[in-house]
Antibody, heavy 120, light 107 residues
């Protein structure tokens, strides 16, 4: 069965960076694109970017350009997101979500989410 | 960016009721529209994709309709497990965007 297992919660100070992971299993990792979505406390869902695990081609939401880096490791079927220059507004739950197809699809499976707290 | 507007933002209903949630896109998105259900402390769950297609394992009480700019999610015969927040999402162009959510509460 398809599973996306994300790394544990993080607490960071403003200005720091955070890197977290999403390990996929139960399917061929390189066949399906992967998205990152975040949700601030009590707020809605915000799309951050997408990676093609096969080619490592990436598209970021313009809002996060220059501050976010998404990478992947095909040997471990893991996608990583690094967010730098953290500020309090980055406090959120970060989800990875699998694209139903080769991009242009909805999100059919989601990770459990990672709470990132930015506080001095 | 394509703006997605859901209505209502919150909705009270009773067990056994049928409810409808509306989602409007700021420009045409054909049928590139998905609906998700989210319960407190949990990740969203896919319900409907391509505006009308039911995600595998989702009961047929959930029905999606619409195309272009106007879409609806109808939930029939509400049960306690259906009380949650529902989001629509367009995936025709980046950045993918979500509606603000509709919180469905028990009356």
């Amino acid at each position: 069965q398809v599973q996306l297992v994300q790394s544990g919660a993080e607490v960071k100070k403003p200005g720091a960076s955070v890197k977290f992971s999403c390990k996929a299993s139960g399917y061929t990792f390189t066949t399906y694109y992967m998205h990152w979505v975040r949700q601030a406390p009590g707020q809605g869902l915000e799309w951050m970017g997408i990676i093609n695990p096969s080619s490592s081609s990436i598209t970021y939401a313009q809002k996060f350009q220059g501050r976010v880096t998404v990478t992947r490791d095909t040997s471990t079927s893991t996608v990583y997101m690094e967010l730098s220059s953290l500020r309090s507004e980055d406090t959120a739950v970060y989800y990875c979500a699998r694209d139903h197809g080769a991009a242009g699809g909805h999100f059919d499976y989601w990770g459990q989410g990672i709470l990132v707290t930015v506080s001095s | 960016d394509i703006q997605m507007t859901q209505s209502p933002s919150s909705l009270s209903a009773s067990v056994g009721d049928r409810v409808t949630i509306t989602c409007r896109a700021s420009q045409g998105i054909a049928n590139y529209l998905a609906w998700y259900q989210q319960k407190p402390g949990k990740a969203p769950k896919s319900l409907i994709y391509a505006a009308t297609s039911l995600q595998g394992g989702v009961p047929s009480k959930f029905r999606g309709s619409g195309s272009g700019t106007d879409f609806t999610l109808t939930i029939s015969s509400l049960q306690t497990e259906d009380f949650a927040t529902y989001y629509c999402q367009q995936y025709i162009s980046y950045p993918y965007t979500f509606g603000q959510g509709t919180k469905l509460e028990i009356k």
